[in-house]
């Protein structure tokens, strides 16, 4: 589940329980959406974060259907641009997840942006509904629930997938019984709507964004419902948005985006001058990988500390995976498998904070079963596992396996959001060729439903996030000068690697 990709990517994945559709609350009627605010109270942050960055407060409808009813807090910060007499506005990130904090992605982002961005944008930050510093959720799993290898229905090492089964029923249950209203009013509609609120909370007619990851596909929400309201909109690594399955496809495009960037990792597993060199050839790299996977669901090696405690072929599997989204952290799955090799000894296991890993999968949970119905039929999810199991090694079967949305026993408030061209041409799709979590090819149907409102920056790069991350100066600079101009490219950009 959680990211999704950052959280359906590190820890993973309740509906809105009005009876009342909210299919006509697209946008409070303008003059009530664009009433005067007083702004919100900023104050200094805590946590070590970039002194400029303030910290405040936005209160929102827990059910839109019941706007003056129970109210929630969405935490909101801000840099302000470096020259405020060349202001044009507000950037406003957009984390991935679902579940994911953006409190701090102002400070993260202003490591990284062209100064030239920095001058001209208030970079605005939120925690979503449910996430963090705003009204926080949890399920309150139990412990042994929270692993990685649990949370993504990594099959057993036969291929049974009873155990999913058992696990995402629990989950659906614990947390349908313990999240309460607020879980069960998480969904990307409601997070676009909660982005309207902060922008009418900042004083502000139209909104930038930038979305990463999940936040592609809030921000393609967001621009679908409150189109007016937008001015440029950057979604980078983005998400199949096809509204008859949503989630369930993203977990899907696990398994051919996986093999869309393992060569990569291949490559610089077997370099010559790679201290943490596995092979000899690229073409050694994959099958050995295989090999230990399936050496380790037979005889796993014990692993105390870790979660589980022993090194198994899933573990070695799900570290394969989250090494995948930059080439950072190739070492983290070359050092796993010298160790499962017994040519190195097993690193020391890190465990993050459960209060942490509780709150990413409650929201991821209530995101994903509440944005979209998932099919019921164990013997359905066992099939198709079967099936991507035998065209997939690499992935194990778990993209298309059983989440604990089959058991959820909430409808959806509403239908998903199906992105359209109707709307101002203001949107800039910018993407890795090969991103193991949100693939080139799902992007691409990302694009063709923004139609002419959108173009795509195309990189010949691998891993997750494709803007100022790798240091491709066609792909930045495409980005960079839409963000200053407004302006999209003539047609879409295809860049060449480096």
Not at 240 to 253: F, H, K, M, Q
Not at 377 to 385: E, V
């Amino acid at each position: 589940m959680p990211n999704t990709k950052t959280n359906l990517d590190r820890a993973a994945t309740a509906v809105a329980a009005a009876a009342l559709s909210l299919t006509a609350l697209t946008a409070l009627p303008a003059a009530a959406a664009d009433r005067p605010s007083p702004g919100p109270a900023w104050t200094s942050c805590q946590g070590g974060v970039d002194p400029r960055q303030q910290c405040a407060t936005v209160t929102v409808p827990l059910d839109y259907a019941d706007p003056h009813g129970e109210q929630i807090t969405i935490a909101v910060s801000r840099i302000r641009a470096a020259k405020p007499d060349e202001r044009h506005g507000v950037l406003l990130t957009i984390p991935g997840g679902p579940g994911g904090s953006g409190l701090n992605l102002p400070t993260s982002a202003a490591r990284k942006l062209p100064q030239s961005v920095l001058d001209r944008f208030d970079l605005v930050g939120f925690d979503p509904r449910g996430v963090g510093r705003s009204t926080p959720v949890s399920c309150g799993l139990d412990t042994s629930d929270l692993a990685m290898v649990k949370l993504r229905p990594w099959p057993a090492a036969d291929g049974s997938i009873d155990a999913n089964l058992a696990t995402a029923r629990r989950v659906a249950e614990t947390c349908a019984r313990n999240g309460g209203p607020v879980l069960r009013s998480i969904s990307t509609r409601n997070e676009a709507r909660d982005i309207d609120r902060i922008r009418q909370a900042l004083g502000e007619r139209r909104l930038s964004a930038w979305g990463t990851s999940y936040g592609t596909y809030a921000g393609a929400v967001y621009a679908t419902m409150f189109p007016g309201r937008t001015d440029r909109v950057v979604l980078d690594s983005n998400d199949d948005p096809d509204p008859s399955r949503v989630e369930r496809g993203w977990l899907a495009n696990f398994g051919p985006g996986a093999e869309d960037r393992f060569p990569d990792f291949a490559k610089w597993a077997a370099a010559p001058a790679n201290p943490d060199r596995v092979a000899d050839t690229p073409e050694e790299v994959r099958p050995l990988f295989l090999d230990l996977a399936a050496r380790l669901d037979r005889a796993p090696l014990p692993w105390p500390g870790a979660d589980p405690a022993e090194l198994n072929g899933n573990v070695l599997r799900e570290t394969m995976l989250q090494s995948l989204y930059a080439d950072a952290r190739f070492p983290d799955l070359a050092r796993l498998m010298l160790a499962g090799l017994g040519r190195r000894p097993l690193p020391a296991p890190v465990t993050p904070p459960e209060q942490a890993v509780q709150n990413t999968v409650a929201v991821s949970v209530g995101t994903l079963c509440n944005d979209v119905e998932w099919p019921t039929d164990p013997a359905a999810y066992a099939r198709d596992t079967a099936a991507e199991r035998a065209a997939r090694p690499l992935t194990a079967g778990m993209p298309v396996n059983v989440m604990p949305c089959a058991f959820w026993p909430f409808e959806p408030a509403e239908p998903p959001t199906r992105v359209t061209s109707r709307g101002p041409a203001n949107v800039l799709l910018a993407q890795n060729l090969r991103d193991p979590a949100t693939p080139y090819r799902g992007a691409l149907k990302l694009r063709e439903a923004f139609g002419p409102r959108a173009r795509m920056v195309s990189i010949d790069s691998g891993g997750h996030d494709a803007y100022v991350a790798n240091g491709n100066a066609c792909g930045d600079g495409a980005v960079t000068a839409f963000l200053l101009t407004g302006r999209l490219p003539a047609e879409d950009v295809s860049c060449p690697a480096g």
